[in-house]
């Protein structure tokens, strides 16, 4: 990969405009740079970068110029999908495991094998789900607090 297309993707604007030209139909330069918070001239330079290294194709109707993904770009703007939904995916388990934990925590008294292992439970499935060994870990640590409480 040539080093200044490493250093396009590297650079948010430019990642967030090819994935605005993929998912705005009909997709302009305007429409896209209202779309990523950019200035007009800002984003056309992005735009001829990502044209220049094939990954967008323009075609001029009037005075607009539309824009579409090339396969190319089609398959990098799926990468980036994929890559944020990666990124995104342990902070929304760890999230569900403070939920169990306040829960858990909050659970006393009478009925509470009731009301922990329902927990348990949710525990197993966000365990078989976790491929972040931190969250592996989170996830057993509070499942031994919840059998220690049961035991009790």
Known sequence: MSESLKRLFLREKPVLALLAVGELKPAYAAMIAKRIDS??????????ELEAHG?????????IRYLELTDRGKRIERALVEL?????M???HFKRLDKIRQLAASSEGEGITLRLGP???????LKSLAEDEELQRAVQDLDAFIVAALKK
Do not use: M, V, W
């Open 84 to 88: 944020f939904g990666l990124l995104q």
């Open 90 to 92: 342990p902070n929304a």
């Open 55 to 63: 990954l967008i194709r323009s075609r001029p109707e009037g005075r």
């Open 119 to 125: 927990l348990r439970r949710d525990l197993a499935k």
């Open 39 to 48: 200035t007009f001239p800002h984003t056309s330079s992005i735009l001829s």
